[in-house]
């Protein structure tokens, strides 16, 4: 059976100003882990997913993104020429993998207004939305078991997963009642809220399932947390007339923005290559063996 969801929205027009100065002049989409751009990582998780489709929310000096995706002539020739036909076909792959589309959000508004401005290219049909700092290992089949928790239950579905409740007002959170394994119906969720009004310690996890009834509630919404439009708001609106799931899960899950868990990243990717993972092993044996 075919799947309903084939298009992805990657919002990728954040400044990056956790990440400065490396960002001062590059997006910090492509800030590497190991030798690949943090934005490849989560287009090849959207294509393994099945989906077909991406439309990546851009912005000022994003340029680099569209490059990255695009064919390199003068680079496939050079490398034709050099006989690095493993390289070539590395590079004609990135090119190849799936339709990208790119807009401008113009000015930063919040991740509702990101969304919204994807709504003509969106049409009438469900979507995936994936923040290009989440970086989730394949390991975790977080999108996948979203995408099939939507076949299902033919519901906007949003990733959820357990935080300390002194992390929770980095987060969106949702208040929620079990409905069969990894899922479960949200009551109630909010933006960032502070620790003690917290409805739960299920934080929202930067992967998303979303009907297109979510475009009119946006036209609508109100500027939230930070004076931006916020999709958890418009969110907390659809479970008034569609109602929305959770998809939990407790692993595979990177932050990229946040530089600890940038580097964690780093490391772990590293030592699951096979190219690189025993020699770095070694390595980080014999550094924390020393005093």
């Known amino acids: 059976m075919a799947r309903s969801v084939t298009k992805a929205v990657i919002p990728a027009a954040g400044l990056g100003t956790r990440f400065l100065p490396a960002t001062k002049a590059q997006p910090k989409e492509m800030l590497p882990l190991v030798d690949k751009p943090a934005i490849q990582y989560v287009v090849e998780e959207a294509v393994a997913a099945g989906i077909t489709d991406v439309l990546m929310i851009t912005g000022r000096s994003k340029r ?25 076909a590395e590079m004609r792959r990135i090119a190849e993998m799936v339709n990208i589309h790119y807009i401008r959000q113009g000015e930063p508004k919040g991740l509702g207004h990101a969304v919204s401005v994807a709504a003509q ?8 939305v994936l923040l290009g700092d989440d970086i989730m290992h394949q390991r975790a089949g977080v999108l996948t078991g979203m ?21 929770i007002a980095s987060y969106g959170c949702a ?4 409905v069969e394994e990894s899922v479960v119906r949200i009551t109630d969720i909010v933006e960032k809220p502070e620790p003690s009004a917290a409805p739960s310690d299920l934080a929202v996890m930067g992967r998303y399932i979303i009907t297109p009834a979510i475009f009119g509630l946006l036209e609508k919404q109100a500027p939230g947390k930070g004076g931006e439009i916020q999709l958890t708001d418009a969110l907390k609106s659809l479970l008034a007339t569609e109602g929305v799931l959770g998809y939990t899960f407790s692993e595979g899950r990177f932050d990229t923005g946040n530089k600890l868990d940038y580097l964690r990243a780093t490391v772990e990717l590293a030592l699951e290559r096979e190219d690189l993972g025993p020699q770095f092993r070694e390595f980080l044996v014999q550094r924390l063996a020393r005093p």
């Open 175 to 178: 208040a929620a009642e079990a």
């Open 64 to 88: 680099s993104l569209e490059d990255h995706f695009d064919r390199s002539f003068e680079l496939e020739y050079f490398l034709e020429q050099k006989g690095k036909t493993k390289e070539l």
């Open 147 to 167: 995408l099939e928790t939507y076949e299902r239950h033919q519901r906007s579905v949003v990733a959820l997963k357990r935080v300390p409740r002194d992390e």
């Open 121 to 128: 290219h969106v049409g009438d049909q469900p979507f995936a």
